[in-house]
C-alpha cells in the first residue's frame, strides 16, 4: 500500500490495487472555477477588511481575527533567469493594529510570519490563535502567506490543475522563494527592514516554518514549527509509525474499539465476495448505492477511505469541539469509540464503525460518498497529491500487528509506479533530506519543534534534547494533538501545551533580542561557554586569596601568642 497524505489534514490513502483520485472531474472543474485568481498586480487590495471569514471555516464565529487581504506579483520561477519576468498573483493577509511602527524610538515591532499549507489561507489564519493572542504583547505584525497553487494563489488560474506541465512549479523550495520575496517586498512598503521575523507553521507549515529558519537564516530570526514531521522520510523513520501512533489512541480509548475495528477488514473483505454481503454492508455502513460492486471495491476504496476516517480523527483529538478537519465534538476518538464492546458480532462491529464515521462526519449522512476526498476545509484539487510524487515521498504502512489495520508494508516501488501513471514523473524519495537535511541538526539554530503524543505525525517530528544545537529546542505535549499548540488558548487546554505555549514565547522572546542585541553582545567579547569558565576561575581565584589570607592571619595570631618579654624570663638589658 502506498499513501500520500497531506500533514494538514487532507490525506489520500492510495492503494497499489487502485488508483483512484480524490476528486471526481466534476467537482475538480467546479472548484477550479472557485479558485481562479482575482488579480495579478502587485499590492493590490483584494477586499476590504474582513472582520468574519466564512462561518464554515471558523471553529468559532464569535471569535473575530481581523486582516487585510492583499495580492502579490510573485515570481513563477526563482531558479530560472530566463522566465524571471513570469508572475502570478499571491495571496497574503496582513494586521498592523498591535505592531509597533518604524518611526517609534526603538524601531519597529517585530513581524510574525505563518508560512501557508495547503489550503486556503483563511482556513490556517483562522486556526492559529496563537499567534493572533500573543501579537499585542509582541506589538508584531500578523502576515499569513498563502502557499502557491493552494487557495486562490493559482499560477495558471483556473488551468492551473489542467495538466502536469502546469504544476512543474510546485515545490517547497519555490514556495519558501516566494515567503523571501514576499516579506522583502513587505519591508520595503513599510520601511522596516530591522524588523525581526518570526515563523509559524503547523503540519506542513511547520515543516516550511523551520525550513525556512535553516535556509533563509537572514531573513528569518526564528520558528516556531508544530507537529513538523521534518523526518517523514525515506530512510528516516519507521513505515508503521504513523499508523501504530493512530491505533495506541484507539487503543487508549477502549481496548474494544481496537479489538473491533481490527477484526473488522478480514470480516469486510469475506462480506465483499458476495453480492448479499456488499448489500450489507452498503445499508449498514450508510454508504451511497452503487459503491460497492466487487470484492476489490471493499479492498480499495472502501479500506481506503475509513483508514482517512481513522488518521483524521486522531489529528483533531482535540480536548474541545472544532471544525478545522470535520465537524467533531471534543475528544473525537473517544467519542467514536463509546459503543464497543469486547466480544461485538459482525453485525454490531459493523453499526459500531457507522458511529465512528458519524463522529467524523459531524452527523448521520444520507450516504457516505467513498470516493470523496478528506476534509472539505482544505479544498485540495490534488496538488498534495502531486508533491508527494515528486519531493515529499513520506512512507507510510501497515503491518497488522502492531496496528489495528490490514498488512499493507510500504513499498516505495509500488509508489513511483504509480507516480509514473498518474503523472508521468518519477519521485525524487532522497531529496528534501539532501536539500534541507536530515536528524543532523548541527549548523541550524533558534527553532522551537512542538509535537503532540497524540498526533500520529509525531513518529516523524524532531524529538528529545539537540545536544550539537542547543538553540533547537523541542517540546512534547502530553494529550495534544495535531498542531494544538498554535490553536487559540481554552479553557479545556492541558497544562501541557500552557506550558508548551509559555517555553515557545520565551525562546521567541530571546530571538527578537539576539536580532537586536545578541550580535554586539558577544562580537566583543568572548562567546558565552568561555564567559561562564573565566567567571568560575576568577571565582576560584578569589576564594583562593581569601584562604591564604586567613592562613596568614592564622600564623600571625599564633606567633604573638608564644611571644614572650625578655625581662619576665630574668634576662637583664645589655648596657651599650
Not at 533567469?81 to 497574503?92: A, I, K, L, M
Not at 518604524?102 to 515591532?109: I, Y
Not at 501579537?135 to 493559482?154: D, I, L, N, Q, T
Not at 553582545?521 to 591564604?548: K, P
Amino acid at each position: 500500500m502506498t499513501r500520500a497524505i497531506s500533514t494538514s489534514g487532507i490525506p489520500t490513502y492510495l492503494s497499489v490495487m487502485s488508483s483512484r483520485l480524490a476528486l471526481s472531474p466534476k467537482l475538480l472543474g467546479l472548484l477550479l472555477a472557485l479558485v481562479s485568481v482575482h488579480a495579478f498586480s502587485p499590492l493590490v487590495k483584494e477586499y476590504h477588511r474582513t472582520l468574519k471569514i466564512n462561518p464554515s471555516l471558523s471553529d468559532d464565529p464569535s471569535y473575530l481575527y481581523k486582516w487585510d487581504t492583499y495580492t502579490y506579483s510573485q515570481k513563477l520561477d526563482h531558479y530560472n533567469f530566463e522566465n524571471s519576468d513570469v508572475t502570478f498573483g499571491q495571496r497574503y493577509l496582513v494586521n498592523l493594529e498591535s505592531w509597533q511602527k518604524p518611526d517609534h524610538p526603538e524601531g519597529p515591532g517585530p513581524i510574525f510570519f505563518y508560512a501557508g499549507n495547503e489550503g486556503p489561507i483563511e482556513l490556517f489564519a483562522n486556526n492559529t490563535g496563537f499567534m493572533w493572542e500573543i501579537a499585542p504583547k509582541y506589538k508584531a505584525a500578523v502576515v499569513f502567506a498563502e502557499h502557491r497553487y493552494y487557495g486562490s494563489s493559482m499560477p495558471y488560474g483556473p488551468a492551473t490543475y489542467e495538466n502536469t506541465e502546469n504544476l512543474r512549479f510546485l515545490t517547497a523550495e519555490q514556495a519558501l522563494a516566494d515567503f523571501a520575496e514576499l516579506l522583502g517586498d513587505f519591508k520595503k512598503q513599510h520601511n522596516c527592514s530591522e524588523a525581526p521575523v518570526i515563523a509559524f507553521g503547523g503540519s506542513y507549515g511547520g515543516m516550511l516554518a523551520a525550513w525556512f529558519r535553516m535556509k533563509y537564516p537572514q531573513v528569518v530570526a526564528g520558528a516556531i514549527a508544530s507537529s513538523a514531521p521534518i523526518l517523514q522520510f525515506e530512510g528516516h523513520v519507521d513505515p508503521n509509525k504513523f499508523n501504530q501512533i493512530v491505533t495506541q489512541d484507539f487503543q487508549d480509548a477502549n481496548a474494544a474499539c481496537r479489538e473491533g475495528v481490527s477484526k473488522s477488514w478480514a470480516m469486510m473483505k469475506d462480506m465483499g465476495e458476495k453480492e448479499d454481503g456488499r448489500k450489507t454492508l452498503t445499508e449498514t455502513l450508510n454508504l451511497c448505492p452503487g459503491s460497492l460492486n466487487s470484492v476489490e471495491d471493499v479492498t480499495s476504496s472502501l479500506y481506503a477511505w475509513m483508514l482517512d476516517v481513522y488518521a483524521y480523527l486522531a489529528m483533531a483529538d482535540y480536548p474541545y469541539p472544532a471544525t478545522f478537519l470535520g465537524d467533531m465534538p471534543a475528544y473525537p476518538v473517544n467519542a467514536s469509540c463509546e459503543p464497543f464492546k469486547s466480544g461485538d458480532d459482525d453485525l454490531q462491529t459493523l453499526r459500531n464503525i457507522n458511529h465512528v464515521m458519524s463522529i467524523y462526519y459531524g452527523a448521520p449522512s444520507p450516504c457516505y460518498n467513498i470516493s470523496g476526498g478528506g476534509p472539505s476545509t482544505l479544498a485540495d484539487l490534488g496538488g498534495w497529491d502531486y508533491q508527494s510524487c515528486t519531493e515529499m515521498v513520506m512512507p507510510m504502512g501497515t503491518d497488522g500487528k502492531a496496528d489495528m489495520f490490514w498488512e499493507a508494508p510500504w513499498n516505495l516501488t509500488a509508489a513511483m509506479d504509480r507516480c509514473v501513471s498518474t503523472y508521468g514523473i518519477v519521485p525524487r524519495p532522497d531529496w528534501i533530506m539532501t536539500y534541507f537535511g536530515g536528524d543532523n541538526m548541527l549548523g541550524f539554530s533558534n527553532i522551537f519543534f512542538s509535537n503532540g503524543n497524540l498526533d500520529p505525525w509525531y513518529g516523524g517530528g524532531v524529538l528529545g534534547e539537540m545536544k550539537n544545537s542547543p538553540t533547537i529546542e523541542t517540546f512534547m505535549i502530553q494529550g495534544g494533538a495535531h498542531h494544538l499548540d498554535l490553536r487559540a488558548s481554552d479553557p479545556l487546554d492541558p497544562a501541557t501545551v500552557i506550558e508548551c505555549r509559555k517555553r515557545q514565547q520565551q525562546a521567541i522572546t530571546r530571538w527578537i533580542k539576539e536580532h537586536k542585541y545578541g550580535p554586539q553582545e558577544e562580537s566583543s567579547g568572548l562567546s558565552r561557554a568561555w564567559v561562564a569558565v573565566i567567571s568560575c576561575a576568577a571565582t576560584a581565584l578569589l576564594l583562593l586569596l581569601a584562604f591564604i589570607c586567613f592562613l596568614r592571619h592564622q600564623n600571625r595570631k599564633r606567633s604573638q601568642e608564644h611571644y614572650v618579654p625578655a625581662e619576665i624570663v630574668g634576662y637583664e638589658p645589655v648596657n651599650a
